[in-house]
């Protein structure tokens, strides 16, 4: 069983940063693969980014590559996903989310756990 808290979510201007931060307890996180999903009002629940039980492996949406960056510290059983020049369409709620898998997956049946979510806001 794993539990994850986000945290790191608010308001900022289009063209700013935001860095989320999923908090993980319970064991072996450093075996899971750790996804970014969110969700806009009225729309599905979309792949973001997912990275590898060692974190050399990282896998994006194209609409966020070179934009997003996932990072994990096993240390401080955390996830990262660092976010630049944000645009009002990247707008949504942001899950964390983990995957007892080998491989790393858009798919967001394919993950176990999820958690409660943080709000993104990106105006204009």
């Known amino acids: 069983q794993v539990q994850l808290v986000e945290s790191g979510g608010g308001l900022v201007q289009a063209g700013g940063s935001l860095r989320l931060s999923c908090a993980a307890s319970g064991r072996a996180f450093s075996s899971y693969v750790m996804g970014w999903f969110r969700q806009a009002p009225g729309m599905e629940r979309e792949f973001v980014a997912a990275?590898?039980?060692?974190?050399?492996?990282?896998y994006y949406a194209d609409s966020v590559k070179g934009r997003f960056t996932i990072s994990r510290d096993n240390a401080k059983n955390t996830v990262y996903l660092q976010m630049i020049s944000l645009k009002p369409e990247d707008t949504a709620v942001y899950y964390c989310a983990a995957d007892y898998g080998s491989h790393l997956s858009d798919n967001r049946g394919d993950y176990d756990y999820w958690g409660q979510g943080t709000q993104v806001t990106v105006s204009s």
């Open positions: 990275i590898s039980w060692s974190g050399i492996n990282t």
